[in-house]
């Protein structure tokens, strides 16, 4: 059988799961492949460092440039994280004629629409499956099985480590510092991961999903951007009371007037399957206009479940070998020729519902100078729960549910709210969203 040389550029969580998942599946990938894939050389910084996996068949460097310079190695696999040095490396390999898989979504946000034109021009395949939901194949559901829809919206869970602390802390109450290193000992987070808790690592993944989605170039500064770190375990019981969970989700919609990108924490009926995606799971809700809503559901992070996303594009890529990539998928899965950089929406004229929870002075009137304000808005209220204090003159909570509002709208309805004399601290806002 023919042997298809791989080096990795990185051996950490996703590549040394990768050497393991290729190994212990070696006989099925040449079965379906035609070929022995075989990792032949690996670079990572420390090679004193113990590995997740067996390095004994491996040439093991600390000089990437050994891996892409290697004759006999045709698909380079990126795992390494990072813009630089893995951008140059990519480049350096693509203009060699050699494929490329990554798991780099950082990179893909950032550099994409460069990186996937030099890979055009070489006639290699850039391959980046890894680099959304962990092992959920939504790179391949976008574009091959939903390629006959227009999409309408899509919506997703996209973070695991955001999800295992939102999880961990509505379960058992643990404090987000724990989680989060909990999460980092597991090898789920980022190596930075104030891009797991800020949303930063979302917000990478929802500009490739929204490019897949409505045939765009990538707009990473276009997507709006708010993390978990200001979710508290009280807003997760008043939501929890109103029949809501609280996820960290990344939407795009198609809008008349534009589209919208968004990642923030988000209220759902917890009677929707999304909302009862926990720990380092993922979902990604799609709405074609065919098919109507599918849902996409797996492990969003870790060294195997990722490494099956990897190793899924080195498959794709074997099959491809020997022809010409003219008829390969495109790398958006619109022609390249197609994408239209259609309008983008701010944040402002985005339009949902919303939970407040207002700090007030548990006084008479309160609840009415709050309503009259919304009302003077424009806005109307949906559920409403108002928190007893303990003793008559403390400081209490008002919480409430809107009806979908202009998000100016409510940003100048929040200043006035603030400005009330029983007002005694800062609102919180986080959007609803009933996923329908
Ligand atoms: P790790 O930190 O576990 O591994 C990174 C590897 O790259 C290590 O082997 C490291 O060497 C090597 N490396 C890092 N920087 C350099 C450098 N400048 N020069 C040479 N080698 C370098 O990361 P992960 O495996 O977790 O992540 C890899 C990529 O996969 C990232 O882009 C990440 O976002 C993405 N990803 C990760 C997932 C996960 O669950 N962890 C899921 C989906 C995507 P050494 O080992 O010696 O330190
Ligand atoms: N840090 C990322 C996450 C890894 O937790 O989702 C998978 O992309």
Known sequence: MNVVKVGLLGLGTVG????????????????????????????????????????????????????INDPEIQIVVELMGGEEPAKSLILAALA????????????????????????????????????????????????????ANGIDWLAGIINGTGNFILTEMR?????????????QELGYAEADPEYDVEGIDAAHKLCILASLAFGMPLNLERVYTEGISKVTPLDVTYAEELGYRIKHLGIARRRNEGIE??????????????????????????????????????????AEATASAVIADIVDICRQLGNTSSNAVPALGFLD?????????????????FYLRV??????????????????????????????SEHHGENTQVILLTN??????????????????STTGAATRIRVESLQ
């Open 261 to 302: 990108m968004r990642v923030h924490p988000t209220l759902i009926p917890e009677k929707r399957l999304i909302a009862n995606v926990d720990g380092v799971m993922n979902a990604v809700v799609v709405k074609g206009n065919a098919v109507g809503s599918t849902l996409y559901y797996g492990a969003g992070a870790g």
């Open 16 to 67: 040394g799961g990768t050497v393991n998942v290729l190994t212990k599946n070696s006989s099925d990938i040449s079965r379906r492949t035609g070929y022995q894939v075989v990792v032949s050389k690996a670079s990572a910084r420390d090679l004193s460092r113990l590995r997740i996996c067996d390095t004994d068949d491996i040439q093991l460097t600390t000089n990437p440039e050994d891996v």
């Open 359 to 388: 700090p007030v002075e548990d006084k008479p009137g309160v609840m009415a100078a709050i309503t009259s304000v919304l009302a003077n808005n424009g806005i109307s209220i949906e559920a409403v729960l108002q928190k007893e």
């Open 337 to 353: 020729t197609e994408l239209k950089d259609l309008p983008i929406l701010s944040i402002e004229d985005v339009e949902t519902a």
């Open 404 to 421: 979908c509002v202009v998000e100016k709208s409510m940003v100048s309805a929040l200043k006035e709210i603030e400005l009330l004399d």
């Open 171 to 183: 379960d058992k109450g643990s404090a987000f510092a724990d989680v989060l290193k909990e999460a």
């Open 96 to 147: 060699q004629g050699k494929h490329v898989v990554t798991a780099n979504k950082a990179l893909i946000a950032n550099h994409g629409n460069e990186l996937f034109a030099v890979a055009a021009k070489h006639n290699v395949t850039l391959a980046y499956e890894a680099a959304i939901a962990g092992g959920i194949p939504i790179v391949k559901a976008m574009r091959e099985g939903l390629t």
